[in-house]
């Protein structure tokens, strides 16, 4: 039953997004939820590979226009990665997108083992979480 919640609940979501005629959606950003989307072999953690992947798939996700370049209300105001990128002036390139991937993914990997895991993965979503909180 409670898969069924969550079903409507992201309906209601997205109906309201639309209705509203925005693009950001809410994300989940807690250690959980970050793992769920990331870990892609599911070994508990997340690999670059698999924070990357993640990451260029939000990118073409936002990238409304599909023009490689995410500018206006396509930039999302919670992503760590747009936080970090080479940003001209209101927009972000895909390769400055994916060029700040490694360097956010390293800062949260402290024991630099190529992966996140445990408390990594909680810094992550509490970085996130911080982030989406100072910029609505």
Do not use: C
Not at 52 to 67: E, I, K, L, T
């Amino acid at each position: 039953m409670k898969q069924g919640w969550r079903w409507v609940a992201a309906i209601v979501l997205l109906a309201t997004t639309a209705a509203q005629g925005q693009t950001r959606q809410s994300v989940d950003v807690t250690g959980q939820s970050i793992t769920t989307r990331m870990d892609r072999n599911g070994d508990g953690k997340i690999g670059y590979e698999e924070f990357r992947n993640a990451g260029m798939r939000r990118f073409s996700a936002a990238d409304g226009n599909g023009d490689g370049v995410l500018n206006g209300a396509e930039v999302p105001t919670h992503s760590l990665i747009v936080e970090k990128s080479e940003v001209a002036v209101g927009e972000v390139k895909r390769d400055d997108y994916s060029d700040a991937l490694q360097p956010v993914f390293d800062s949260f990997d402290a024991d630099h083992d190529g992966s996140l895991a445990g408390d990594e993965i909680e810094k992550l979503a509490q970085a996130r979480r911080s982030l989406k909180e100072a910029k609505p």
